[in-house]
């Protein structure tokens, strides 16, 4: 409750608040607010107080502020020894990702991101943009198909993340999951029950309550999740064509790397579910927010249609096509999934915790142990990084001269940076281009829904009640 030592700014406390911070309370009512209002609360704190560093208290958590300026941002990532996980995260996500990647630090997370280094690098890229999307891809497209021109309703949020489910585990684990799987089901109920704990400082009571069908979802994740992997790693070598452009080679040396570098079935399987999670929900989020902006903006689709060529050159209603698309079409694809992800970062917010003394660049001096957050969704609503139509979707501004102009990751903090980068970054932008760019020039989608859509409260960003669309074939 009372928040020890203090921050402080050139020997004095640090007395720039986050507004509406009360007496006792600080911060807390804001927490467990619904998360879009404690987006709106992120974005009011920039638009007050620009770039500045603001104190920001919680009752029963440790001191903290939030972190707007990219020069502190990328101070942040480049200290990664200082500003790490920490307790305060892993406390909160320990049981569903263990020590996965994405909940640790140190040797643990360099060993991993090593072997998943290796998972991303090009070779095994080329097969899923040349081979194993495409094939997925098709499916969506005879799905879609069949449905188009008719009055049936499709939500294009399923089906998309019945896209990278299938992709991602394949190239994880070797098969093809399912979005309805039960295992899948599990995790999906367990990442949302964790991600409640960010915002609710009394989850260590509530759960006592209501935490018995989250320990049977855990349950049935860790066994599905060994078996997967046992699976993968004793399918033999003669049933799978290696040399061919086949995922299950790709897992299995992933698989193998793992074991090697963890040593444990259990681990390993820990380890997996990480990837998967990391990939899959992230990218397909970022997909459906990118069909709902265009749905919005007509004349964003139109034009990569245009630099498509589209429509009068397809050559099979049921295939994805396998010409290439001009330059142009990529880079203005590309531009558009950046709009998208700036405007709906599918990892909102971040936190980290300084794990000694440290000194940001603006002066603010951190005890060990304080928390650093800073709100991606806001911060890329900055009209001092964005300009003043800054919250509009406006594709053209990630362009020059028709090339894609990437931002610094300290400005545009949506893979994070620094040695913490995301590892699927430029997998990511590959299938969403491709899948854009396929589906928009093969199908128009139209709203079966009324009004704005917001997220609903994960940790990542899902979109609250699907993405319903009439489907009409172009
Ligand atoms: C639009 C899609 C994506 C976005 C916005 C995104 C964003 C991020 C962010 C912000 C982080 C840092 C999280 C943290 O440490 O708290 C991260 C980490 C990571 N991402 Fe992505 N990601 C995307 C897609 C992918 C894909 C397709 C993969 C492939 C499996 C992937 C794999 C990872 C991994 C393994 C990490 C952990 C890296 C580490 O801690 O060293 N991501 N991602």
């Known amino acids: 409750w009372i928040n020890t030592p203090e921050i402080t700014r050139y020997g004095v406390a640090l007395s720039r608040k986050a507004p509406g911070t009360l007496p006792f309370l600080g911060n807390g009512i804001k927490f467990i607010q619904p998360r879009q209002n404690l987006f709106d609360w992120f974005t009011k704190c920039i638009h007050l107080h620009g770039r500045e560093t603001l104190l920001i208290t919680v009752p029963s958590l440790p001191p903290g502020v939030i972190i707007s300026d990219p020069a502190n941002l990328d101070f942040v990532f480049k200290n990664e020894p200082i500003f790490q996980k920490g307790a305060f995260f892993k406390a909160r996500l320990n049981d569903l990702f263990g020590n996965g990647i994405v909940n640790s630090d140190g040797d643990q997370w360099k060993r991993q991101r090593k072997v998943g280094v290796q998972l991303l690098a090009g070779a095994n890229m080329n097969i899923v943009t040349g081979h194993e999307l495409p094939a997925i891809l098709g499916k969506t497209i005879r799905h879609l198909t069949k449905r188009a021109d008719t009055t049936e309703i499709v939500d294009l949020d399923a089906s998309i993340l019945e896209i990278t489910t299938q992709l991602i585990s394949k190239m994880v684990y070797g098969v093809e999951l399912q979005s309805h799987d039960s295992f899948t089901q599990a995790f999906d109920y367990s990442a949302g029950v964790v991600s409640e704990r960010f915002q609710n400082p009394l989850w260590r009571f509530t759960e006592i309550f209501s935490g018995f069908r989250f320990q049977r979802a855990l349950k049935l994740i860790k066994t599905r999740g060994v078996q997967l992997v046992s699976h993968s790693l004793l399918t033999k070598d003669s049933d799978i064509c290696f040399g061919s452009t086949d995922l299950r080679r790709a897992s299995k040396g992933f698989l193998k790397g793992l074991l090697k570098a963890l040593g444990d079935d259990g681990l390993v399987a820990e380890s997996a579910l990480n990837f998967l999670s ?34 009068s050159t397809r050559h099979s ?119 854009i760019l396929e589906l928009v020039s093969l199908f128009n989608f139209s709203p079966a829904y009324e009004g704005e859509k917001v997220s609903r409260n994960h940790l990542t960003l899902p979109m609250e009640g699907g993405l319903k669309v009439y489907v009409e074939k172009l």
């Open 278 to 311: 990391a990939g899959r929900d992230t990218t397909a989020q970022a997909l459906s927010w990118t069909f709902y902006l265009l749905m919005r903006h007509p004349r964003v689709a139109c034009k990569i249609r245009e630099l498509m060529g589209a429509s």
């Open 317 to 435: 209603p049921s295939q994805p096509s396998h010409g290439e698309p001009s330059p142009e079409a990529v880079a203005y694809t590309t531009a558009v999934f950046y709009e998208t992800i700036r405007l709906y970062p599918p990892i909102p917010f971040e936190i980290k915790q300084a794990q000694s003394d440290v000194l940001l660049p603006d002066g603010t001096l951190l005890p060990s142990k304080s928390i650093v957050v800073w709100c991606t969704w806001a911060m890329n609503r900055s009209k001092d990084t964005w300009g003043e139509d800054a919250s509009d979707f406006r594709p053209e501004r990630w362009l020059v001269d028709g090339r894609m102009r990437y931002r610094e990751a300290a400005e545009f903090p949506v893979f994070q940076g620094g040695p913490r980068l995301c590892l699927g970054k430029k997998m990511a932008e590959m299938v969403a281009v491709q899948v």
